[in-house]
């Protein structure tokens, strides 16, 4: 007996590429209909194909509403246009992890990549991304000899690409650097972070859930593993768990409340305030924006949030953005993300994200002045 051939997700109607979209950005059908002015039976209706979506007007404003490119839509297979300047140094970055038996000109010692490594880190956390992406390709073919900064610097390589929208070959990053980091359980557990980070973004948060809990066991630093504590918890509620996401985030309180010490050695900018952070995020991957913008303002009000980094603090506010928005509040979304822009512009221009967040902020009705340039200097006005 011949099996039927099953479609591959480019193959599917338009209608049910809606239906898997609007499942991923964990929203009902009435909450998708209600932002788009229509009716549940509506976009019922378009889900299972009885009505067909013959107006790009209308393809168009949903995409809008699910954060996407048309495209994304029409046909999956079409690539999506570059939203971000410097993709000639993506490029570079994935030549350079394609050079599997590279040896570079120059032998660097373990000291010099070293210090390379430290100053990656501190580029990558004040956010000048596109001189990070400048220097990585000379940093990974450098680091090869030398297993620690190696792992590194892939886990910063797979933390900038995730940013900039290139979550495949963030993951392909992290896994180099699970790999380097075998024998060594805090290096491993470092790893496992960025990788945990690429699946989320990848939309895989099931396999993030369970490679992040695998690691928790074997780290020893309690910084890391309430850093995977937490990166097991944002999974957790991408599957939809609160309860899970609840509990494991107790855990990381736990740990966060011993960690006194503003040293942070592995990078992880692991806290109480961390922990703030990620119970906004949770509830916002939950679809509680109430309590996410709770949660929010309760964190940034702490002493210890301008002791973050730049990067996360910024990356932060467009999240936090994102969650006023969709409490109805454009005001203050457009508020937060300007002053996201203050803090790291990079973070809010080069990130996919943040600049489709600005152009929706910028639709929703007349833009206060700060949004409105950051829309111009983004080049997304009409």
Do not use: N
């Amino acid at each position: 007996m011949t099996r039927p051939v099953l479609p591959d997700a480019d193959e599917l109607p338009i209608g049910r590429r809606v239906a898997r979209w609007r499942v991923r950005r964990r929203m009902t059908q009435q909450m998708l209909a209600d932002r788009l002015g229509k009716s549940k039976s509506w976009v019922d209706k378009v889900e299972r194909g009885v009505r067909s979506l013959d107006r790009y007007s209308t393809v168009q404003e949903i995409a809008e509403v699910l954060r996407l490119d048309p495209a994304a839509l029409l046909d999956p297979r079409r690539p999506l246009p570059a939203v971000t300047v410097g993709l000639d140094g993506v490029d570079a970055v994935r030549a350079a992890l394609a050079r599997y038996h590279h040896r570079p000109a120059r032998t660097v010692s373990p000291d010099e990549v070293q210090r390379h490594v430290a100053h990656a880190w501190l580029t990558y956390q004040h956010a000048h991304y596109t001189q990070l992406l400048r220097a990585l390709p000379t940093l990974l073919d450098a680091a090869h000899a030398t297993p620690g900064p190696l792992v590194s610097a892939y886990r910063i390589t797979a933390s900038v690409l995730v940013k900039l929208g290139e979550a495949d070959l963030g993951w392909l990053a992290a896994d180099r650097a699970v790999a380097a980091a075998v024998g060594d359980p805090v290096r491993a557990g470092t790893a496992t972070i960025a990788a945990a980070q690429a699946l989320r973004a990848l939309g895989r948060d099931r396999l993030a859930l369970t490679a992040a809990v695998a690691a928790i066991g074997t780290a020893a630093d309690d910084a890391v593993r309430g850093t995977l504590f937490l990166q097991a918890a944002l999974a957790a509620a991408g599957c939809g768990d609160g309860r899970r996401a609840d509990h494991l985030i107790d855990h990381a309180t736990v740990l966060a409340d011993r960690c006194t010490s503003d040293d942070d050695p592995h990078h992880t900018a692991f806290g109480p305030v961390a922990v703030l952070l990620a119970r906004f995020l949770t509830a916002q991957r939950l679809g509680d924006t109430a309590e996410a913008v709770y949660r929010h303002e309760k964190a940034i009000g702490r002493d210890d949030w301008r002791r973050l980094p730049v990067e996360h603090r910024a990356a932060h506010l467009v999240d936090a953005a994102r969650a006023y928005l969709d409490a109805g509040d454009p005001t203050a979304a457009g508020r937060t993300l300007v002053d996201a822009d203050a803090i790291a512009p990079a973070e809010v221009r080069y990130r996919p994200a943040a600049r489709t967040l600005v152009a929706e902020i910028a639709r929703s009705g007349p833009p206060a002045a700060g949004v409105a340039r950051l829309a111009t200097t983004l080049g997304l006005t009409r």
